[in-house]
Protein backbone atom coordinates (compact mmCIF):
# COMPACT_ATOMS: atom_id res chain seq x y z
CA UNK A 1 0.00 0.00 0.00
CA UNK A 2 2.77 2.39 0.51
CA UNK A 3 4.23 1.81 -2.60
CA UNK A 4 1.14 2.41 -4.56
CA UNK A 5 0.94 5.33 -1.89
CA UNK A 6 4.62 6.81 -2.91
CA UNK A 7 3.67 6.02 -6.88
CA UNK A 8 -0.15 8.40 -7.01
CA UNK A 9 2.58 10.65 -5.29
CA UNK A 10 4.92 10.73 -8.02
CA UNK A 11 2.73 10.75 -10.94
CA UNK A 12 0.76 13.41 -9.22
CA UNK A 13 4.18 15.56 -8.51
CA UNK A 14 5.24 14.97 -12.13
CA UNK A 15 1.45 15.86 -13.69
CA UNK A 16 2.26 19.24 -12.03
CA UNK A 17 5.37 19.74 -13.08
CA UNK A 18 4.26 19.06 -16.67
CA UNK A 19 1.55 21.44 -16.36
CA UNK A 20 3.92 24.02 -14.95
CA UNK A 21 6.44 23.88 -17.74
CA UNK A 22 3.97 23.25 -20.65
CA UNK A 23 4.08 26.53 -22.79
CA UNK A 24 1.34 29.02 -21.93
CA UNK A 25 -0.51 29.83 -25.23
CA UNK A 26 1.12 32.63 -27.18
CA UNK A 27 1.23 36.36 -26.13
CA UNK A 28 -0.13 38.64 -28.75
CA UNK A 29 2.51 39.88 -31.28
CA UNK A 30 3.46 43.44 -30.93
CA UNK A 31 2.37 45.35 -33.78
CA UNK A 32 5.21 48.04 -36.29
CA UNK A 33 2.32 49.93 -38.76
CA UNK A 34 4.80 52.17 -41.47
CA UNK A 35 3.18 54.28 -44.06
CA UNK A 36 4.50 55.67 -46.62
CA UNK A 37 2.57 58.82 -47.94
CA UNK A 38 1.59 58.73 -51.70
CA UNK A 39 3.23 55.32 -52.05
CA UNK A 40 1.32 53.90 -55.60
CA UNK A 41 0.05 49.97 -55.08
CA UNK A 42 1.97 49.09 -58.17
CA UNK A 43 5.74 50.09 -56.14
CA UNK A 44 5.84 46.92 -53.82
CA UNK A 45 6.90 44.33 -56.08
CA UNK A 46 8.62 45.99 -58.83
CA UNK A 47 12.12 46.68 -58.06
CA UNK A 48 12.00 49.74 -57.03
CA UNK A 49 12.18 49.22 -53.11
CA UNK A 50 14.39 45.92 -52.44
CA UNK A 51 13.55 46.13 -48.69
CA UNK A 52 9.83 46.27 -48.91
CA UNK A 53 9.62 43.64 -52.16
CA UNK A 54 11.35 41.52 -49.30
CA UNK A 55 8.37 42.13 -46.73
CA UNK A 56 5.77 41.47 -49.94
CA UNK A 57 7.74 38.05 -51.35
CA UNK A 58 8.01 36.90 -47.72
CA UNK A 59 4.76 37.82 -46.56
CA UNK A 60 1.22 39.28 -47.80
CA UNK A 61 0.82 41.75 -50.82
CA UNK A 62 -2.39 43.11 -51.26
CA UNK A 63 -3.21 44.16 -55.01
CA UNK A 64 -4.15 46.93 -53.60
CA UNK A 65 -5.57 48.92 -50.88
CA UNK A 66 -8.56 51.19 -51.70
CA UNK A 67 -8.28 54.79 -50.68
CA UNK A 68 -11.24 56.38 -48.73
CA UNK A 69 -12.48 59.54 -49.96
CA UNK A 70 -11.16 61.89 -50.41
CA UNK A 71 -7.67 60.91 -51.19
CA UNK A 72 -5.44 63.01 -48.97
CA UNK A 73 -2.93 62.57 -46.49
CA UNK A 74 -4.72 63.23 -42.79
CA UNK A 75 -8.75 61.93 -43.70
CA UNK A 76 -7.09 58.36 -45.03
CA UNK A 77 -4.42 58.14 -42.28
CA UNK A 78 -7.36 58.82 -39.56
CA UNK A 79 -9.24 56.29 -41.20
CA UNK A 80 -6.75 54.04 -40.76
CA UNK A 81 -6.16 54.26 -37.17
CA UNK A 82 -10.11 54.07 -36.67
CA UNK A 83 -11.92 52.26 -39.00
CA UNK A 84 -14.00 55.34 -39.70
CA UNK A 85 -14.96 56.92 -43.17
CA UNK A 86 -13.46 60.28 -43.10
CA UNK A 87 -17.62 61.26 -43.49
CA UNK A 88 -17.81 59.92 -40.21
CA UNK A 89 -14.55 60.76 -38.27
CA UNK A 90 -14.54 64.41 -39.21
CA UNK A 91 -11.25 65.00 -40.92
CA UNK A 92 -12.84 65.23 -43.92
CA UNK A 93 -9.97 67.01 -45.63
CA UNK A 94 -6.55 68.23 -44.79
CA UNK A 95 -7.85 71.88 -44.22
CA UNK A 96 -11.72 72.02 -42.56
CA UNK A 97 -14.02 75.27 -41.60
CA UNK A 98 -16.42 74.15 -39.02
CA UNK A 99 -18.48 76.45 -37.41
CA UNK A 100 -17.87 76.00 -33.87
CA UNK A 101 -14.18 74.95 -33.42
CA UNK A 102 -12.81 77.47 -36.49
CA UNK A 103 -10.20 76.36 -38.84
CA UNK A 104 -8.16 73.32 -38.93
CA UNK A 105 -5.15 72.95 -41.05
CA UNK A 106 -2.97 69.70 -40.64
CA UNK A 107 0.44 70.10 -39.16
CA UNK A 108 -0.39 73.31 -37.26
CA UNK A 109 -1.60 73.96 -34.02
CA UNK A 110 -5.36 73.42 -34.05
CA UNK A 111 -4.58 69.77 -35.63
CA UNK A 112 -3.53 69.05 -31.62
CA UNK A 113 -6.91 69.70 -31.04
CA UNK A 114 -8.74 67.11 -30.17
CA UNK A 115 -12.16 68.17 -30.44
CA UNK A 116 -11.80 68.29 -34.36
CA UNK A 117 -11.49 64.18 -34.28
CA UNK A 118 -14.29 61.93 -33.57
CA UNK A 119 -14.40 58.32 -33.13
CA UNK A 120 -11.41 56.16 -31.11
CA UNK A 121 -7.71 55.82 -32.78
CA UNK A 122 -6.09 51.96 -32.35
CA UNK A 123 -3.61 53.78 -30.07
CA UNK A 124 -6.16 54.74 -27.50
CA UNK A 125 -8.55 51.43 -28.07
CA UNK A 126 -5.03 49.52 -27.17
CA UNK A 127 -4.40 51.88 -24.31
CA UNK A 128 -8.01 51.97 -22.71
CA UNK A 129 -7.75 48.02 -22.74
CA UNK A 130 -4.05 48.35 -21.11
CA UNK A 131 -1.70 48.13 -23.51
CA UNK A 132 0.70 50.53 -24.23
CA UNK A 133 0.71 52.64 -27.60
CA UNK A 134 3.77 54.69 -29.53
CA UNK A 135 3.89 57.41 -32.63
CA UNK A 136 6.51 58.71 -34.67
CA UNK A 137 4.20 61.32 -36.27
CA UNK A 138 0.84 59.49 -37.58
CA UNK A 139 -1.40 62.05 -38.33
CA UNK A 140 -3.92 62.66 -35.06
CA UNK A 141 -1.36 60.79 -32.86
CA UNK A 142 -0.31 64.33 -31.22
CA UNK A 143 -4.01 64.88 -30.06
CA UNK A 144 -5.82 63.81 -27.05
CA UNK A 145 -8.46 61.83 -28.56
CA UNK A 146 -11.33 59.42 -26.54
CA UNK A 147 -9.30 60.69 -23.42
CA UNK A 148 -6.12 59.21 -24.31
CA UNK A 149 -2.75 60.36 -25.69
CA UNK A 150 -0.05 57.29 -26.94
CA UNK A 151 2.07 56.88 -24.40
CA UNK A 152 5.18 58.25 -26.25
CA UNK A 153 4.63 60.69 -29.06
CA UNK A 154 6.55 62.70 -31.05
CA UNK A 155 5.12 66.39 -32.71
CA UNK A 156 6.15 66.21 -36.06
CA UNK A 157 9.40 67.20 -37.89
CA UNK A 158 9.95 66.85 -41.25
CA UNK A 159 13.66 67.29 -40.83
CA UNK A 160 14.20 64.30 -39.01
CA UNK A 161 16.30 61.28 -41.37
CA UNK A 162 14.58 58.13 -41.81
CA UNK A 163 17.00 56.11 -39.79
CA UNK A 164 16.75 58.91 -37.11
CA UNK A 165 13.03 58.00 -36.79
CA UNK A 166 13.85 54.28 -37.19
CA UNK A 167 16.17 53.96 -34.01
CA UNK A 168 13.57 55.67 -32.05
CA UNK A 169 11.25 52.92 -32.75
CA UNK A 170 14.05 49.77 -32.18
CA UNK A 171 14.28 52.49 -29.26
CA UNK A 172 11.11 51.78 -27.38
CA UNK A 173 11.15 48.44 -28.50
CA UNK A 174 14.27 48.04 -26.10
CA UNK A 175 12.13 49.48 -23.18
CA UNK A 176 11.41 47.19 -20.22
CA UNK A 177 8.42 45.02 -20.51
CA UNK A 178 6.22 46.68 -18.61
CA UNK A 179 7.34 50.25 -20.51
CA UNK A 180 7.40 48.98 -23.82
CA UNK A 181 4.84 49.40 -26.41
CA UNK A 182 2.66 46.62 -27.99
CA UNK A 183 1.65 49.27 -31.18
CA UNK A 184 4.11 51.38 -32.33
CA UNK A 185 3.56 53.57 -35.33
CA UNK A 186 5.97 55.11 -38.31
CA UNK A 187 4.91 57.97 -40.71
CA UNK A 188 7.24 58.50 -43.90
CA UNK A 189 6.17 61.42 -45.62
CA UNK A 190 9.16 62.21 -48.32
CA UNK A 191 7.90 60.20 -51.34
CA UNK A 192 4.95 62.67 -51.00
CA UNK A 193 6.69 65.71 -50.60
CA UNK A 194 9.20 64.81 -53.24
CA UNK A 195 6.50 64.19 -55.38
CA UNK A 196 4.23 66.99 -55.26
CA UNK A 197 7.41 69.27 -55.98
CA UNK A 198 8.94 67.42 -59.00
CA UNK A 199 6.53 64.81 -59.86
CA UNK A 200 5.99 61.41 -59.19
CA UNK A 201 8.77 59.85 -61.27
CA UNK A 202 11.29 62.86 -60.70
CA UNK A 203 14.81 61.89 -59.56
CA UNK A 204 13.91 63.32 -56.33
CA UNK A 205 10.91 60.63 -55.74
CA UNK A 206 13.47 58.17 -56.51
CA UNK A 207 15.66 59.12 -54.58
CA UNK A 208 12.79 59.34 -52.06
CA UNK A 209 12.12 55.57 -52.68
CA UNK A 210 15.88 54.59 -51.88
CA UNK A 211 15.71 56.68 -48.47
CA UNK A 212 12.39 55.01 -47.35
CA UNK A 213 13.45 51.55 -48.14
CA UNK A 214 16.92 51.68 -46.61
CA UNK A 215 14.93 52.52 -43.08
CA UNK A 216 12.81 49.46 -43.60
CA UNK A 217 15.82 47.47 -44.21
CA UNK A 218 17.63 49.15 -40.96
CA UNK A 219 14.32 48.72 -39.05
CA UNK A 220 14.01 44.83 -40.06
CA UNK A 221 17.78 44.12 -39.35
CA UNK A 222 16.83 45.73 -35.94
CA UNK A 223 14.14 43.54 -35.43
CA UNK A 224 16.06 40.24 -36.40
CA UNK A 225 18.94 41.77 -34.03
CA UNK A 226 16.87 41.74 -31.38
CA UNK A 227 15.30 38.42 -31.82
CA UNK A 228 11.82 39.48 -32.62
CA UNK A 229 11.61 38.24 -35.91
CA UNK A 230 8.72 35.72 -34.42
CA UNK A 231 7.24 38.60 -32.18
CA UNK A 232 6.48 41.37 -34.23
CA UNK A 233 3.48 41.47 -37.14
CA UNK A 234 5.15 44.53 -39.49
CA UNK A 235 2.81 46.08 -41.64
CA UNK A 236 3.92 48.59 -44.18
CA UNK A 237 1.50 50.30 -46.29
CA UNK A 238 0.19 53.47 -47.66
CA UNK A 239 -2.72 56.47 -47.10
CA UNK A 240 -3.17 56.68 -51.13
CA UNK A 241 -1.80 56.84 -54.08
CA UNK A 242 0.08 59.43 -56.64
CA UNK A 243 -0.45 61.04 -60.00
CA UNK A 244 1.30 63.57 -62.36
CA UNK A 245 -0.33 66.65 -63.53
CA UNK A 246 0.97 68.72 -66.08
CA UNK A 247 0.72 72.25 -65.78
CA UNK A 248 -1.67 73.55 -68.80
CA UNK A 249 -3.87 70.69 -66.91
CA UNK A 250 -6.11 73.08 -65.70
CA UNK A 251 -10.13 73.77 -65.43
CA UNK A 252 -11.27 77.06 -64.24
CA UNK A 253 -14.63 78.12 -62.07
CA UNK A 254 -15.06 81.41 -62.91
CA UNK A 255 -15.28 80.80 -66.25
CA UNK A 256 -18.32 79.26 -65.68
CA UNK A 257 -19.48 82.01 -63.23
CA UNK A 258 -18.44 85.29 -61.50
CA UNK A 259 -16.01 84.63 -58.76
CA UNK A 260 -17.85 86.78 -56.69
CA UNK A 261 -21.44 84.22 -56.78
CA UNK A 262 -19.08 81.63 -54.30
CA UNK A 263 -17.16 81.58 -51.40
CA UNK A 264 -14.21 78.78 -52.42
CA UNK A 265 -12.73 77.02 -49.72
CA UNK A 266 -10.14 74.92 -51.77
CA UNK A 267 -9.15 74.67 -55.09
CA UNK A 268 -6.96 72.00 -56.82
CA UNK A 269 -7.86 67.91 -57.33
CA UNK A 270 -11.18 68.82 -55.66
CA UNK A 271 -12.68 71.98 -55.15
CA UNK A 272 -15.39 72.58 -52.30
CA UNK A 273 -17.87 75.99 -52.08
CA UNK A 274 -20.27 77.36 -50.92
CA UNK A 275 -22.34 79.95 -52.96
CA UNK A 276 -23.14 83.63 -51.67
CA UNK A 277 -26.53 84.17 -49.83
CA UNK A 278 -29.42 84.35 -52.41
CA UNK A 279 -26.94 83.48 -55.44
CA UNK A 280 -27.76 79.37 -54.62
CA UNK A 281 -29.48 78.62 -57.66
CA UNK A 282 -27.14 80.70 -60.02
CA UNK A 283 -24.71 78.63 -58.72
CA UNK A 284 -25.99 75.32 -59.00
CA UNK A 285 -27.22 76.33 -61.87
CA UNK A 286 -23.35 76.90 -63.42
CA UNK A 287 -21.61 74.08 -61.53
CA UNK A 288 -23.38 71.15 -60.41
CA UNK A 289 -23.08 68.75 -63.43
CA UNK A 290 -20.67 67.21 -65.89
CA UNK A 291 -18.12 69.63 -66.96
CA UNK A 292 -15.04 68.99 -69.30
CA UNK A 293 -12.36 66.90 -66.92
CA UNK A 294 -14.78 67.33 -64.19
CA UNK A 295 -17.64 67.03 -62.20
CA UNK A 296 -19.74 69.04 -59.29
CA UNK A 297 -22.35 67.29 -57.33
CA UNK A 298 -24.24 68.62 -54.20
CA UNK A 299 -22.70 66.90 -51.31
CA UNK A 300 -25.92 64.71 -50.76
CA UNK A 301 -25.52 63.59 -54.24
CA UNK A 302 -21.82 62.88 -54.15
CA UNK A 303 -21.30 59.02 -55.72
CA UNK A 304 -22.33 56.42 -53.39
CA UNK A 305 -19.14 54.79 -53.58
CA UNK A 306 -17.54 57.62 -51.72
CA UNK A 307 -19.55 57.80 -48.49
CA UNK A 308 -19.16 60.95 -48.17
CA UNK A 309 -21.59 64.06 -48.17
CA UNK A 310 -23.46 64.00 -45.07
CA UNK A 311 -20.85 65.75 -42.53
CA UNK A 312 -21.67 69.35 -41.50
CA UNK A 313 -17.76 70.39 -42.52
CA UNK A 314 -18.25 69.92 -45.74
CA UNK A 315 -19.76 72.87 -47.93
CA UNK A 316 -22.38 72.54 -49.97
CA UNK A 317 -21.08 72.03 -53.44
CA UNK A 318 -17.89 69.54 -54.42
CA UNK A 319 -16.05 69.57 -57.49
CA UNK A 320 -14.15 66.51 -58.50
CA UNK A 321 -11.11 67.06 -61.15
CA UNK A 322 -10.62 64.25 -63.56
CA UNK A 323 -7.15 62.28 -63.02
CA UNK A 324 -4.67 64.54 -63.94
CA UNK A 325 -6.25 67.68 -64.06
CA UNK A 326 -6.88 70.46 -61.48
CA UNK A 327 -9.86 72.83 -61.02
CA UNK A 328 -8.72 76.17 -60.02
CA UNK A 329 -9.61 80.10 -59.65
CA UNK A 330 -7.83 82.84 -62.18
CA UNK A 331 -6.81 84.88 -59.21
CA UNK A 332 -4.84 82.00 -58.02
CA UNK A 333 -0.67 81.61 -58.86
CA UNK A 334 -0.48 78.60 -61.62
CA UNK A 335 1.81 76.59 -61.33
CA UNK A 336 4.43 75.87 -64.50
CA UNK A 337 6.16 72.83 -63.77
CA UNK A 338 4.57 69.47 -63.79
CA UNK A 339 3.80 68.52 -60.18
CA UNK A 340 2.47 65.10 -58.80
CA UNK A 341 -1.06 65.09 -56.74
CA UNK A 342 -3.47 62.72 -55.27
CA UNK A 343 -7.13 64.09 -54.01
CA UNK A 344 -8.45 62.42 -57.24
CA UNK A 345 -11.28 59.98 -57.15
CA UNK A 346 -10.68 56.54 -55.21
CA UNK A 347 -11.55 54.64 -57.99
CA UNK A 348 -8.70 56.31 -59.98
CA UNK A 349 -5.98 53.44 -60.79
CA UNK A 350 -3.34 55.95 -59.80
CA UNK A 351 -4.86 56.87 -56.32
CA UNK A 352 -4.65 52.78 -55.10
CA UNK A 353 -2.57 52.74 -52.12
CA UNK A 354 0.45 49.91 -51.26
CA UNK A 355 -0.57 46.77 -48.36
CA UNK A 356 2.26 44.53 -47.35
CA UNK A 357 2.54 42.79 -44.01
CA UNK A 358 4.72 39.60 -42.57
CA UNK A 359 5.41 38.48 -39.12
CA UNK A 360 4.25 35.81 -37.06
CA UNK A 361 0.43 36.11 -38.21
CA UNK A 362 0.58 36.30 -41.43
CA UNK A 363 0.94 33.45 -44.08
CA UNK A 364 3.88 33.66 -46.49
CA UNK A 365 3.61 34.31 -49.99
CA UNK A 366 -0.23 35.41 -49.81
CA UNK A 367 -1.64 37.47 -52.56
CA UNK A 368 -4.66 39.42 -51.71
CA UNK A 369 -7.40 40.39 -53.59
CA UNK A 370 -8.10 44.64 -53.32
CA UNK A 371 -9.75 46.02 -50.16
CA UNK A 372 -10.26 48.77 -48.01
CA UNK A 373 -8.34 51.05 -46.02
CA UNK A 374 -11.48 51.06 -43.11
CA UNK A 375 -10.26 47.34 -43.08
CA UNK A 376 -7.15 48.05 -41.37
CA UNK A 377 -7.97 48.76 -38.03
CA UNK A 378 -10.27 45.88 -37.31
CA UNK A 379 -6.83 43.77 -38.71
CA UNK A 380 -4.84 45.99 -35.66
CA UNK A 381 -7.35 45.09 -33.69
CA UNK A 382 -7.45 41.67 -34.56
CA UNK A 383 -3.51 41.39 -34.38
CA UNK A 384 -3.49 43.19 -30.48
CA UNK A 385 -6.09 41.07 -29.60
CA UNK A 386 -8.35 43.50 -28.29
CA UNK A 387 -11.47 44.35 -28.78
CA UNK A 388 -12.30 47.13 -31.34
CA UNK A 389 -14.40 49.72 -31.36
CA UNK A 390 -17.15 50.85 -33.38
CA UNK A 391 -15.90 50.95 -36.87
CA UNK A 392 -16.69 50.66 -40.63
CA UNK A 393 -14.29 48.01 -41.72
CA UNK A 394 -14.36 43.83 -42.00
CA UNK A 395 -11.53 41.37 -40.89
CA UNK A 396 -13.04 38.99 -43.59
CA UNK A 397 -10.95 40.32 -46.18
CA UNK A 398 -7.96 40.03 -44.54
CA UNK A 399 -8.77 36.26 -43.15
CA UNK A 400 -7.06 34.33 -45.61
CA UNK A 401 -4.12 36.49 -45.23
CA UNK A 402 -3.74 34.87 -41.41
CA UNK A 403 -2.67 32.00 -39.56
CA UNK A 404 -5.54 31.79 -37.38
CA UNK A 405 -8.44 32.78 -39.32
CA UNK A 406 -11.10 31.37 -37.09
Known sequence: MAFLLRG????????????????????APTVVLVSIDGLPAAVPGSGRMPALDGIAREGVQAAWLQPSYPTLTFPNHYTLATGLRPDRHGIVNNNINDPVLGRYVSKQASARDGRWYGGEPIWATLQRQGGIAATMFWPGS??????????????????????????????????????????????????DVASHASGMHSLQAVQALSTIDAGLARL?????????DDR????VLSDH?????????LVFLDDLLPADAMQVESVGQMAWLTAKPGREAEVERALVRRHDHFECWRKADAPPAWHFGRNPRIPPIICQADDGWRVWLHRYPVSTVLKGEHGFAPEDVGMRAAFTA???????????????????????????RITPAANDGDIAPLLPALKDSR
Open 358 to 384: VGPSFRNGVRLPAFDNVDVYALLARLL
Open 232 to 235: VDLI
Open 241 to 249: GMADVPAAN
Open 142 to 191: EAEIAGQRPRYWTPFDGSLPVDARVDQLLAWLDLPPAQRPRLLTLYMEQY
Open 8 to 27: ALLALLLLVQGCATTRAPDA
Open 220 to 228: RDGLHARGL
